[in-house]
C-alpha cells in the first residue's frame, strides 16, 4: 500500500468522527504545536502512550500493584454466598469471578453477617439491550447480586442503583433508585435519597469504563464510605490494568492506612477486581486534629 493511499484513509476515517468527539479527543491528546489539526492520526498515538507511560512511572522504585486471590481469603459463610448468587443468577460466584471468596473476607472484617451494615451496589443487571452493559436477555432478572446480599447479611440494608428505570424495584431491607455513575451529581443525589447515612461497603458493577470507575472511588473516598469501609471496582478489564497502577499509587500517597489489592479470579480471562479498604485509624487522628492532611 502506498503512503498517500493510507493516509487518504485515514482521513476519510477521521472525517466521518464526529466534529464534537474530535475536539474532545484532541484537548487531551492533541499536540500544543501547529499542524496539529492536520495530523489526528498523533492523537491517538499520544492516547495510547498516556496510561501505559504513566503506570510505568507509578510503578518506578515500588513494588507493582500488589494482587490477591481466592487462597488469601477463607471467611466463614463463603460458600453459603457463592449459593445466593447461584440461587438468584449472579455471575459473581463463577469460577471466573471468585467473588463470594472476597466479599465473604469484605464482611468478616466489617464486623460480620450479623453487623448492621449498610451496603451499595450500582449496577442491579437491567436486560434491557439497549443499556450498555446490560446483561443478556436469558439472564436472571434484575437484582441477582443485591438480593444475594441482602438474604446474606439479615440485619443489613441493601441499596442498589442502575442507570436504567425498568430495573428498579423494592424489597424487605433492599431499596432501589436510578442513577448515571458518569455523573458525581447523580451519585450525590442518590446518597441523599438512600438517607445521607455513610455506607460500609460500595460496590461498583455497573459501566465498567475506567472514567465511571473513577467517579464512583472518588464518590466513596469523599464522605460517602465510613472509615474502615470498603469499595470494590468489579470487572476490570486486564489492558485497564495500566490505571489501577497509577489509581493505586496515588491512593497510597494520599490516604494513609489505606489497604488494596487487585483480586483475580479462579480463572483467568474475565477481569480482575480492584478492593480498597480505606483506614479506621486514619480517620480517628483526622477527626482530632492530629493528622497531616496532603494539600
Ligand atoms: C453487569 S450488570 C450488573 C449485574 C449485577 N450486579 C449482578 O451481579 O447481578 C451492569 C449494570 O450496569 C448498569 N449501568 C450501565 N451504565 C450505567 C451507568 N452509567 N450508571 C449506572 N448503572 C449503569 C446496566 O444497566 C446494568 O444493569
Not at 503512503?3 to 492533541?30: C, I, M, N, Y
Not at 492516547?47 to 477463607?74: D, E, I, V, W
Request: net charge neutral; glycine share 8%.
Amino acid at each position: 500500500m502506498s503512503t498517500s493511499s493510507h493516509l487518504s484513509r485515514q482521513d476519510a476515517a477521521w472525517a466521518a468522527v464526529p466534529r464534537d468527539v474530535r475536539a474532545e479527543v484532541r484537548k487531551w491528546f492533541g499536540a500544543n504545536s501547529a499542524g496539529d489539526t492536520r495530523a489526528p492520526e498523533l492523537w491517538l498515538k499520544g492516547a495510547n502512550l498516556l496510561m501505559p507511560k504513566l503506570s510505568a512511572l507509578a510503578r518506578r522504585g515500588q513494588p507493582r500493584l500488589r494482587h490477591c486471590t481466592y487462597k488469601q481469603f477463607n471467611a466463614t459463610g463463603t460458600m453459603e454466598l457463592k449459593s445466593l448468587f447461584d440461587h438468584y443468577g449472579s455471575d459473581k460466584g463463577f469460577d471466573t469471578h471468585a467473588l463470594h471468596h472476597a466479599y465473604a473476607h469484605i464482611i468478616e472484617r466489617l464486623g460480620g453477617r450479623h453487623a448492621p451494615l449498610r451496603v451499595l451496589e450500582v449496577g442491579l443487571g437491567s436486560r434491557n439491550q439497549a443499556v450498555v452493559s446490560a446483561m443478556a436477555q436469558h439472564n436472571a432478572p434484575p437484582g441477582a447480586s443485591v438480593r444475594s446480599f441482602r438474604d446474606f447479611l439479615p440485619n443489613a440494608m441493601v441499596f442498589g442503583a442502575d442507570v436504567d428505570e425498568g430495573a428498579l424495584f423494592n424489597e424487605t431491607r433492599l431499596r432501589t433508585a436510578q442513577v448515571d455513575q458518569l455523573e458525581r451529581s447523580s451519585l450525590d443525589a442518590l446518597y441523599a435519597t438512600f438517607g445521607s447515612e455513610r455506607f460500609d461497603l460500595i460496590i461498583d458493577d455497573g459501566l465498567h469504563a475506567p472514567g465511571a470507575n473513577l467517579n464512583m472511588l472518588h464518590f466513596a473516598l469523599d464522605g460517602h464510605l465510613r472509615p474502615g469501609g470498603w469499595v470494590v471496582i468489579e470487572d476490570i478489564a486486564w489492558t485497564a490494568t495500566h490505571l489501577w497502577a497509577v489509581v493505586d499509587r496515588l491512593l497510597h500517597a494520599t490516604e494513609d492506612g489505606i489497604e488494596t489489592c487487585l483480586f483475580l479470579g479462579r480463572k483467568t480471562g474475565q477481569g480482575v477486581y480492584y478492593m480498597v479498604r480505606t483506614s479506621e485509624a486514619a480517620a480517628v487522628e483526622a477527626s482530632r486534629g492530629t493528622r497531616k492532611r496532603p494539600g
